[in-house]
């Protein structure tokens, strides 16, 4: 790896962590956390609902706080860091957006199924008029080809996104399926490619670093591994690793590590690690923010969540199909009654 290179680093733990705790951040601890991760100069900080703006729903998850209020507290405590929101096209709305830059986000991440960018065009073009930096988002990208990959990544380009990224919600690709998806965007593209990752195969770190070895300049991390599945790439982990490699990052790593052992690890239920669940769902190629949703199903109809989420993955169940979860529940409870019977 060239030493030569910075890398830009989006913080995703206020957003893809979400998920990890049901959705139940508070204002206090949004803003003591974006404060810190301001002052050890993390460049970008995503806050909003797992799902995106206009994500909290009885079929997503109910927020504890409203996400408008997260989002103007994160705003109002950075000094440097530019605060990201999500959208996903049919969750989230271009009102919501307007309200989100409003209230200082800086940065929009447009995330559509991997096959499904043609969703995207007219709030990439709202993000870009309101002067946001503009992002698309390609998710479960394991489930479409190279080629089609491509394809899609063009399509974000040519609505305005000025990065776009590929992204591994499902924690199920391996180094060389992600070398050769960053490798084919950089010569297809002319603006910066991203990666996001799950670690539901332990493979976060890796994979990071394979699609930096293959020109991705822009990586998501959740700090102390707050995030869906079994987290993400462990941001203070991933700045030491690069700091090793010679490569810049501009982020403080002790101080990184401070905050992840006195803010965040009292905001975890319990310490992320790749339970059976979350293996699973790498295995089985399931986007990681249906762990929770898989477990509760297992517990209402009697049934191994592992089932479900195998059987999910059969069916390329994908995010924005939250109420299949139990309906693909509820049918393999029948079928193993039947079987009793």
Do not use: W
């Amino acid at each position: 790896m060239s030493n030569e290179r910075e890398i830009y680093i989006t913080e995703v733990a206020l957003r893809d962590g979400s998920h990890a705790i049901g959705h139940q951040f508070t204002v206090e601890q949004v803003t003591n956390v974006a404060k810190a991760l301001d002052e050890a100069n993390v460049p970008v900080i995503e806050v909003s609902h797992g799902d995106g703006l206009g994500g909290s729903s009885l079929q997503y998850g109910l927020s504890l706080t409203d996400e408008m209020k997260l989002i103007e507290a994160a705003a109002s405590v950075v000094k440097n860091a530019k605060i990201a929101v999500l959208l996903l096209p049919g969750i989230g709305t271009v009102h919501d957006l307007k309200q989100a830059a409003n209230l200082g986000a800086k940065m929009a991440r447009i995330a559509t199924h991997v096959t499904e960018a043609d969703v995207a065009p007219q709030h990439i073009a709202m993000a870009k008029e309101l002067g946001l930096e503009t992002v698309g988002f390609l998710m479960m990208s394991h489930m479409a080809p190279t080629s089609k990959l491509v394809e899609q990544a063009k399509l974000m380009e040519s609505y305005g996104a000025d990065t776009v990224y590929v992204v591994d919600s499902a924690g199920a690709l391996l180094p060389h399926q992600v070398k050769e998806r960053i490798h084919a965007l950089k010569n297809s593209i002319g603006v910066n490619v991203g990666f996001h990752a799950h670690n539901n195969l332990s493979l976060a770190m890796a994979n990071s670093l394979a699609a930096i070895e293959e020109g991705a300049t822009r990586i998501d991390g959740s700090i102390r591994c707050l995030g869906a599945g079994a987290g993400n790439t462990q941001t203070e982990v991933l700045v030491a690793v690069l700091e090793k490699l010679g490569i810049k990052t501009g982020i403080d790593v002790f101080k990184m590590m401070d905050i992840a052992e006195e803010l965040v690890a009292p905001i975890l239920e319990k310490p992320q690690e790749i339970t059976r669940d979350g293996l699973v769902l790498g295995y089985a190629g399931v986007y990681s923010s249906f762990l929770l949703h898989a477990r509760r199903a297992a517990t209402q109809f009697g049934i191994d969540s592992r089932d479900i989420l195998i059987e999910l993955g059969r069916q390329k169940i994908v995010g924005g199909q939250e109420d299949m979860i139990f309906d693909v529940a509820a049918e393999l409870s029948k079928k193993k009654q039947s079987v009793r019977a």
